[in-house]
């Protein structure tokens, strides 16, 4: 089990980071959508125009690349709980907002 950092953007540039999908509501996390974990992929070598040997224990992920079409590292798949949510895809508690100021 991999510890991400508190901001998901804040991994290494070693790590592709898979970015979660859009902010679905008010009440999930922004740093995980909602999900409760985060993954992305260790880069081990890379990137190559064609698909490279594979080290020991690595896989291969591919890339959209606007010039090259596709582009290839190799490495690990990474997932972990999100630090900011604790895993439960919960934003936190937010405070009740008043529609008048008390009188
Ligand atoms: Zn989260």
């Known amino acids: 089990m991999t510890t991400f950092p508190k901001s998901f953007s804040a991994i290494s540039e070693k ?3 898979d970015v979660p999908p859009p902010f679905p509501h008010p009440a999930a996390c922004e740093n995980c959508a909602g999900r409760g974990f985060l993954t992305g992929f260790v880069v081990a070598h890379g990137p190559y ?3 490279p040997p594979l080290g020991k224990g690595e896989v291969l992920k591919s890339v959209d690349d606007p010039q090259y079409v596709f582009i290839w590292y190799t490495g690990k798949s990474i997932a972990g709980d999100c630090p900011t949510c604790a895993g439960t895809g919960k ?3 937010m405070a ?3 529609v008048y100021s008390d009188v």
């Open 15 to 17: 790590v592709l980071c």
């Open 49 to 51: 125009l064609h698909t």
């Open 91 to 93: 934003a936190p508690k």
């Open 96 to 98: 009740e907002q008043k």
